[in-house]
């Protein structure tokens, strides 16, 4: 079974630590995986020649920060002339800033109170889509929308200071919320993406921090499906 990094990058985010959903950065840090995944499966010509060349780029607002702090906007695209093209240790996909979008990935997580966040995240989400359209310039971007659900049968939250666990009642379980979650999100934001994946775990964020995925084959075969869609199309569209 492939080993695929951005699904090693999402279980990271949870397994053996705890888990800050306020962390703004950590959807980035797994979406810019996608692009190392799409190098990996080379079924598009023109994407791995693209990335070999460093004529397309990972957008990154700050080129001279390091890969742990660097903060990308999910874009992938043509370099602009004259700029560098920067390679991390252990990385593919060179990152600069870009002059047009060729594809845009944007990743959410849900881990508690999921219903209460469910218009904004569907909001955000395809507020993301005009996004990526409004600076792709003349091309049609591939909009790819990944959002993590948790199905813990407990999790806890930490903000600041405070902890807040579930009770089934008033604060109810992940596990209770997780199908309605899903329904919406299907139904409500996956339409105005290319392609869209709900990746299912379970991670109660509370020590030791364990971690498991609802059904992995079903996960990797879903995400590897998914990257052979955007290769066939990036072939056809660029």
Same mark, same amino acid.
């Given at each position: 079974m492939i080993e695929y990094r951005l699904l090693a990058r999402f279980r990271g985010l949870f397994d053996g630590k705890v888990y800050i959903h306020r962390a703004s950065n950590?959807? !980035?840090?797994?979406?810019?995986?996608?692009?190392?995944?799409?190098? %990996?499966?080379?079924? /598009?010509?023109?994407?791995?020649?693209?990335?070999?060349? %460093?004529?397309?780029?990972?957008?990154?607002?700050? #080129?001279?920060?390091?890969?742990?702090?660097?903060?990308? !906007?999910?874009?992938?695209?043509?370099?602009?002339?004259?700029?560098?093209?920067?390679?991390?240790?252990?990385?593919?996909?060179? #990152?600069? +800033?870009?002059?047009?979008?060729?594809?845009?990935?944007?990743?959410?997580?849900?881990?508690?109170? %999921?219903?209460?966040?469910?218009?904004?995240? =569907?909001?955000?989400?395809?507020?993301?889509?005009?996004?990526?359209?409004?600076? /792709?310039? /003349?091309?049609?971007?591939?909009?790819?929308?990944?959002?993590?659900?948790?199905?813990?049968?407990? =999790? =806890?939250?930490?903000?600041?200071?405070?902890?807040?666990?579930?009770?089934?009642?008033?604060?109810?379980?992940?596990?209770?919320?997780?199908?309605?979650?899903?329904?919406?999100?299907?139904? @409500?934001?996956?339409?105005?993406?290319? @392609?869209?994946?709900?990746?299912?775990?379970?991670?109660?964020?509370? +020590?030791?921090?364990?971690?498991?995925?609802?059904?992995?084959?079903?996960?990797?075969?879903?995400?590897?499906?998914?990257? =052979?869609?955007? /290769?066939?199309?990036? @072939?056809?569209r660029f």
């Amino acid at each position: 079974m492939i080993e695929y990094r951005l699904l090693a990058r999402f279980r990271g985010l949870f397994d053996g630590k705890v888990y800050i959903h306020r962390a703004s950065n950590l959807g !980035d840090f797994v979406a810019m995986h996608l692009y190392e995944d799409l190098v %990996m499966v080379n079924r /598009s010509t023109k994407y791995v020649l693209g990335v070999t060349n %460093m004529e397309r780029v990972l957008n990154v607002q700050n #080129r001279r920060r390091g890969i742990k702090a660097r903060r990308g !906007d999910g874009t992938f695209g043509e370099i602009i002339p004259g700029e560098p093209a920067i390679i991390d240790p252990g990385y593919k996909v060179a #990152r600069g +800033p870009v002059a047009t979008v060729e594809i845009g990935v944007e990743v959410k997580i849900l881990a508690k109170a %999921m219903i209460k966040q469910i218009d904004r995240v =569907t909001g955000d989400l395809k507020k993301q889509v005009a996004e990526f359209k409004l600076r /792709s310039g /003349s091309c049609e971007p591939l909009c790819v929308g990944i959002v993590g659900i948790n199905h813990a049968q407990v =999790t =806890t939250g930490y903000e600041a200071e405070r902890t807040y666990r579930t009770d089934g009642a008033k604060h109810k379980h992940p596990f209770q919320e997780a199908p309605e979650a899903r329904r919406r999100l299907l139904a @409500e934001a996956a339409p105005a993406y290319d @392609e869209f994946m709900v990746l299912r775990y379970r991670a109660t964020n509370e +020590p030791p921090f364990p971690f498991d995925w609802v059904n992995y084959p079903d996960t990797v075969q879903e995400y590897g499906a998914i990257l =052979t869609r955007i /290769s066939r199309n990036y @072939e056809k569209r660029f």
